[in-house]
């Protein structure tokens, strides 16, 4: 359980009436289905659309990694953490994507509207803030904000690949992969500007690009292709290549062995059947 004492572990919800939840699906569908018949979303966005989920995200990574072993390569693997990413969506930016998604008439009316003049208070028996009007992020809770956070989020895959970077992503949860090997100058050049594009997009989205918390892991049999001078310097120091990683849920290892994955499931698997011993 997290630390009550922490503000950052607090998150702000939605306290939304049953037909406002019912409305918000009814749009979520529409919004859904003209955002995947007109291909709007990125193909490397697996968060919250139909056919997608982690697992789907957590194979195409590991195939793309696997594809560059297989031809005797080594990749870095940049694991991006956002802080708060649904919370400081711009409200301009979102409304300047949306039309260029085709988003408009009344339908982007609506959803300016649906934004807008919401409030909110915290609520500490027996004291109450006074309301404060929320001037970014989208609602926590409502099932149009995930849809609405793929289309703010969708250009980041293109500036990736303009610089041969793989992408793929689940929501807020973003992957780099890059080859190191197979051609080190371009690649540590590709690197360099492509997190230096990736970070200033992000400044300019309103995200936060938390820097202390980016992992990298390196796969495959030259760890030792990687070191400092790869990172941009602009984004402070580099970050040590982990021995290994947790991305989805799924704890990844230089080589793929998945053998850390494999203890931590059997390892919980053993603590619940002992839990169960106690009861019967």
Known sequence: ??????L?????????????????KIVNKQLTAFLEANNSLDPS???????HSPETALIAVTDDIRTLMDNGETSALNLLDLSAAFDTVCHRTL?????TTGILGQALDWIISFLSNRTQRVHLPPFCSEPTEIICGVPQGSSLSPTLFNI???????????HNINIISYADDTQLILS???DPTTAKTNLQEGMQDVAEWMKLSRLKLNSEKTEVL??????SAWDDSWWPTALGTAPTPSSHARNLGFILDPLLTMTKQVNAVSSSCFNTLRMLRKIF
Do not use: C, W
């Open 1 to 6: 359980m997290a630390d009550p004492n922490d």
């Open 8 to 24: 950052k572990n607090f998150r702000p919800i939605s306290l939304l009436p049953f037909p406002a939840k019912v409305i918000e």
């Open 45 to 51: 966005q697996s968060g919250f659309r139909a056919n």
């Open 95 to 99: 409304t300047s994507r949306l039309r």
């Open 152 to 162: 703010y989020m969708s250009p980041l895959a293109a500036i990736a690949r303009k």
């Open 180 to 182: 190191l090997t197979k």
């Open 218 to 223: 390196i796969l495959g049999h030259s760890p």
